[in-house]
């Protein structure tokens, strides 16, 4: 059959009446998406020439772009399904629709097939959408409704007539039978092999033959004036005849792509959020955990806007989401950018993330706005050290809270494998060097032109261009780059490695830093792209050579590989919270040895799933003169990103700290002073309160005070906080109570949020990056921790020297310190003045990129308490469930 045949025939009108409708539908969606073209793929067995050129033709004139999959005629079930699986992962492809033998169309075939792809309708689920009346949200058989249009077009009244289908099997008999009944007919249906075909064909006003009629039924078995359709190749002429040729679905690919379209814009979330029964008095965390059941996550993502093959599934409540999402809402405006901090705080912690998360139910579960937590994911280090986990708390958590603690995705095992391979890297480099000779082949291949040698044939170089290529003459005095494990683990802070005598005498001085000081975790918590994060991890720079110049990753050349190792990482974790919002986790630096927040990804996505009218609420680690400050000066200039307001968590018990209470130690009762009513503790201690404002202030971002309320605090106290904090210059202070009832104890916070971030910002950064690396470090140690000046050992003046001279010195400053006071001193609370600030030492980051200076004692590698966590920690063996995370 030709086009020309098609066309000559009676079908031949309608048809060019659907291929025109099909071209000004798709001119109109392609003027709002100009590269936009659906494609359809065809899975054919059998080389069928003439059906390929047909398809061809019409999809061309149709505007469609079309591929062909042909298989040998006797593939197995099995070929075809392998087939239909590669196109329903295929995003390039928009339908998918099948030319195989009647007997190949076996139930795990078709239903192999994407509902959102199936252009034939052939699926259970489309099918199953059509019976049940909602032909608007399915795919309909291109022949059945092509069979229905043709008879009403030639006027023929389909009410009250009786319709027979003779020798159709499956999803067209299905379809066909349908349509008709919505239709006010009777209908019937038989082979052609049945005892009574005749008296039913007697009876019937119009028959669908679904298949060649054989030569031994006769022709006055059909009763003059019936109306009969041939949905098969060949037709017969001597009866009223309309024949359907089924042709390529133009109409269902045209919803199809239109279907597309809409998916790629960004949608108002339509979330079902979870309820909460709280229950008095609170219980563990483990247990509240436990007696939610979260969301499928592929739910959540659907629920939230993400398209099937946006998410990586990882179990049943936890999946990573592709970057490619951000290519698709590129032109959707962010929503508003929200950061809490918090106070100098207590070893306990005042509730930051408990805060953030409570923050966002009570915004996306009562108020309606679509909101997204960005938190960081946990470290193992604190986890079985001295925090126990990190997952928010009470009514106010994210779930299930063991995941979010333990492992998540592997993101840190992924940090910790490509650091010490790098680590290795070098030892195993400076060893060589030291013990072979020159021969380029022992080292891997590397771009010549790097080096200033432009020559491509390696037995072409001299001994010096050889020796320039296979030496970095590494200063082992100078490697900065270390070993990491995500454990709390003292006695790694100085060791000496290369003892093994297969070393051949290669040892030197060198340390553990804990997993999550890792350069590499800044590199992912920093990064944009896939592109940039290998750019990133190329620039790091892991020491010096004998000249004085840096030797970075790329020189050594694992770049590939530490990407390699980081690809999944990249992507950000999807969880949800207690109350069926969704949660960002993502990248989990230290705030006081590292830069302290999510991923700069992490937010980017949330703010186009949120929408122009939505939130993202983010958290920095500990106070907010060093979190804060960091994602200010650190986190922002790399994001481009404009926060709308701060949050800033504040606790009577570590402001009664402040104002001259006595210490708190983890693991230690509390002392009366926090269970009882004290107003004067309290009102001394609101100086540090008082100052974190005034640091918030100096970037021009409104500040809202959110008072974390524990069961001990009384009215007088959370008064007094509110009061202070406003006169303070806070934009509103508000008593919180999401711990004990969840979201609902934080709407006033969420309302108070609202309003500040509608007000708007004049977000300023603290200091130009141009200014010279002591002025940075000085202007952060006078403005932010009101230091009188700063103090550079000489080792720091040396690195703030080699860093200078080697071109390093216009990045910003991420500030290694305590986080227990504004000052280098833990014991000094309130708001210590008039200290000197020591630098003891200075190390770049230059694949993040910042200077990373450590204020006095400050170590990258914590230790485990007299009582650590993992005393608690427990798997029960016949329920395989976790005890003793708090």
């Given amino acids: 059959v030709s086009l020309t045949h098609i066309a000559k025939s009676p079908l031949g009108p309608t048809l060019q009446e659907v291929i025109q409708n099909s071209k000004e539908v798709l001119s109109l969606l392609q003027e709002k998406s100009p590269t936009f073209k659906p494609v359809l793929a065809i899975i054919q067995a059998g080389d069928d020439n003439l059906m390929q050129e047909v398809n061809q033709n019409l999809a061309e004139e149709a505007g469609l772009n079309i591929t062909h999959i042909c298989l040998p005629p006797d593939s197995s079930e099995a070929e075809i399904i392998d087939e239909i699986l590669k196109i329903n992962e295929d995003t390039r492809v928009h339908g998918l629709a099948l030319q195989i033998s009647e007997n190949s169309f076996s139930n795990k075939v078709l239903n192999a097939l994407k509902p959102e792809k199936d252009v034939d309708g052939v699926t259970d689920i489309n099918l199953g959408r059509l019976v049940r009346g909602d032909a608007h949200e399915c795919y309909v058989s291109p022949v059945a409704r092509a069979v229905i249009e043709l008879l009403e077009k030639s006027g023929v009244n389909l009410d009250g007539k009786k319709m027979l289908v003779i020798g159709a099997h499956g999803s067209l008999e299905a379809a066909l039978q349908c349509l008709f009944q919505r239709r006010g007919s009777m209908t019937m249906s038989s082979q052609w092999k049945t005892p009574q075909l005749q008296g039913k064909l007697l009876e019937a006003d119009i028959v669908v033959l679904g298949s060649p ?16 359709l041939n949905c098969s190749h060949d037709f017969l002429s001597a009866f009223t005849c309309i024949t359907c040729f089924p042709f390529c679905p133009l109409k269902n690919m045209v919803s199809s792509g239109r279907r597309w379209l809409r998916e790629q814009q960004h949608a108002r979330w339509r979330l079902h959020c979870l309820k909460l029964q709280p229950l008095s008095p609170v219980p563990s965390d483990l247990e509240i955990s436990r007696a939610q059941t979260p969301k499928a996550v592929e739910v959540l993502a659907k629920e939230i806007g993400l398209l099937a093959d946006e998410i990586e599934i990882y ?114 480099r400076i060893l060589h060097e030291n013990t072979q000779t020159d021969k380029v082949r022992r080292f891997p291949c590397w771009p010549f032109w790097k080096l200033g040698i432009n020559k491509t044939d390696p037995n072409a170089l001299t001994e010096e261009e050889i020796s320039k290529f296979a030496r970095l003459n590494i200063d082992p005095s100078t490697i900065t780059w270390q070993r990491v494990l995500d454990t709390n683990d003292r006695f790694l802070r100085k060791i000496t490695i290369g003892q093994a005598p297969t070393e051949k005498g290669y040892s030197r001085q060198a340390q553990f830093d804990i997993a999550v000081a890792s350069e590499i975790m800044a590199v992912l918590a920093l990064t944009d792209s896939l592109v940039d994060m290998k750019e990133r991890l190329g620039r790091m720079v892991v020491a010096s050579d004998k000249n004085g110049q840096p030797v970075t990753a790329e020189d050594l050349g694992v770049t590939g590989a530490l990407t390699v190792l980081m690809k999944d990482a990249i992507k950000p974790n999807l969880m949800q919270t207690l109350e069926g919002t969704p949660v960002f986790v993502h990248a989990g630096p230290f705030a006081n040895i590292a830069h302290g927040n999510s991923s700069v990804l992490a937010d980017k996505i949330a703010l186009k799933l949120v929408g122009e009218e939505g939130f993202v609420v983010t958290e920095a680690g500990f106070g907010a003169d060093i979190g804060m400050e960091k994602f200010f000066n650190i986190k922002c200039r790399a994001s481009g990103l404009v926060p709308n307001a701060v949050v800033l968590v504040a606790t009577v018990r570590a402001l009664k700290m402040h104002g001259g209470g006595p210490s708190v130690t983890a693991g230690v009762p509390l002392k009366k002073e926090y269970t009882e009513e004290n107003i004067q503790l309290v009102a001394d201690g609101c100086c540090n309160l008082q100052k974190q404002i005034q640091i918030a202030q100096l970037f021009g971002v409104p500040v809202i005070v959110a008072l974390n309320v524990f069961k001990t605090d009384t009215r007088a106290e959370i008064d007094l906080v509110c009061e202070l904090a406003k006169r303070a210059g806070a934009f509103d202070a508000v008593p919180c109570y999401h711990w004990s009832i969840g979201g609902k104890g934080s709407v006033e916070l969420a309302r108070a949020v609202r309003d500040a971030a509608n007000k708007g910002s004049r977000f300023r950064f603290l200091y130009n990056v141009q200014l010279p690396i002591v002025e940075k470090i000085r202007t952060i140690a006078q403005a ?42 833990p014991d000094k609370k309130g708001v210590p003045r008039d200290f000197i600030l020591p630098i003891s030492d200075v190390r770049a980051s230059i694949g993040a990129g910042f200077i990373y200076p450590l204020v006095g004692t400050m170590s990258t590698m914590p230790g485990l308490p007299t009582r650590p966590c993992f005393y608690d920690i427990d798997l029960d063996t016949e329920t395989e469930q976790v005890k003793g995370l708090f």
């Avoid at 995941?403 to 195993?428: Q, Y």
């Avoid at 921790?785 to 990045?811: C, H, M, V, W």
Wanted: charge should be neutral.
């Fill in 213 to 228: 009629k054989p030569e031994e039924i006769p022709l006055s078995w059909i009763q003059p004036g019936t109306t009969v």
């Fill in 784 to 825: 932010v921790y009101g230091a009188r000046d700063i103090e550079l050992s000489p080792e720091a003046q040396s690195k703030i020297d080699r860093y200078t001279q080697q071109g390093f010195g216009n990045l910003p400053i991420c500030m290694a310190k305590t986080h227990l006071s504004l000052s280098h001193q």
């Fill in 315 to 428: 179990g049943k409540s936890k999946a990573k989401v592709r970057l490619s999402l951000l290519e698709r809402l590129k032109d959707q405006a962010d929503g508003k950018y929200v950061l809490v901090a918090g106070i100098t705080p207590t070893p306990l912690g005042e509730g930051k993330s408990t805060v953030t998360v409570g923050l966002v139910q009570a915004l996306t579960a009562h108020l309606n706005i679509n909101s997204f937590a960005c938190l960081r994911q946990p470290s193992q280090g604190p986890t079985f050290g001295v925090k126990g986990g990190a997952a928010g708390g009470g009514y106010a958590q994210v779930i299930p809270m063991e995941e979010f603690n333990l492992h998540l995705t592997g993101d840190i095992h992924a940090i910790t494998a490509a650091n010490n391979l790098l680590a290795a890297a070098i030892d195993t």
